[in-house]
T-cell receptor
């Protein structure tokens, strides 16, 4: 089976940096995705990692360590609009290559 | 329209009603998905269609019946639902389900079963 853990809630200050962690246990890891979901809206794709290391995309970066079953999403220069839920999802080859999601981390950015 | 659209955005129904949720993708993708998102729970995959053929039914009760007439449209027919079926139902699409392709989500239908 799949077991994906991420913190339920986080709070950070506008302009600061925040790191959202995700740990996972899967039988056939085949990639990890991060999605952003504002309340009442569709999840939107942020990043994809399949190899170890850091992927940078503007203010957002995502890191993966396959040996540790660990990823994080790093948000820099936080803005109020970054207040949202951040979903970690793992693709599992033994699960028909389907995506398995964590419960999401609700981030609140305060002035 | 672009991306993935879903209608209706909100739906309230009684347990004896029959209703349908509609999803349309304008991305030229071949795979479509239904997910259920309940409060404080992970997104749960319900159904997967690849080139109009159902490839996954994740132990979903028969009161949920999917239909995929073509690669651009996906329906979820609902009948005799239970209050615990109240949730956000999300549709997604991707180029195919068998690669690292990104899934793109629609805005969802907020379903309330009375």
């Amino acid at each position: 089976g799949q077991n994906i853990d991420q913190p339920t809630e986080m709070t950070a200050t506008e302009g600061a940096i925040v790191q959202i962690n995700c740990t996972y246990q899967t039988s056939g890891f085949n990639g990890l995705f991060w999605y952003q979901q504002h309340a009442g809206e569709a999840p939107t794709f942020l990043s994809y990692n399949v190899l170890d290391g850091l992927e940078e995309k503007g203010r957002f970066s995502s890191f993966l360590s396959r040996s540790k079953g660990y990823s994080y999403l790093l948000l820099k220069e936080l803005q109020m609009k970054d207040s949202a839920s951040y979903l970690c999802a793992v693709r599992d080859q033994t699960g028909a290559n389907n995506l398995f999601f964590g419960t999401g981390t609700r981030l609140t950015v305060i002035p | 329209e672009t991306g993935v659209t879903q209608t209706p955005r909100h739906l309230v129904m009684g347990m004896t009603n029959k209703k349908s949720l509609k999803c349309e993708q304008h991305l030229g993708h071949n795979a479509m998905y239904w997910y259920k998102q309940s409060a404080k729970k992970p997104l749960e995959l319900m159904f997967v269609y690849n080139f109009k053929e159902q490839t996954e039914n994740n132990s979903v009760p028969s009161r949920f019946s999917p239909e995929c007439p073509n690669s651009s449209h996906l329906f979820l027919h609902l009948h005799t639902l239970q209050p615990e079926d109240s949730a956000l139902y999300l549709c997604a699409s991707s180029q195919t389900p068998l690669t690292s392709d990104t899934q793109y989500f629609g805005p969802g239908t907020r379903l309330t079963v009375l």
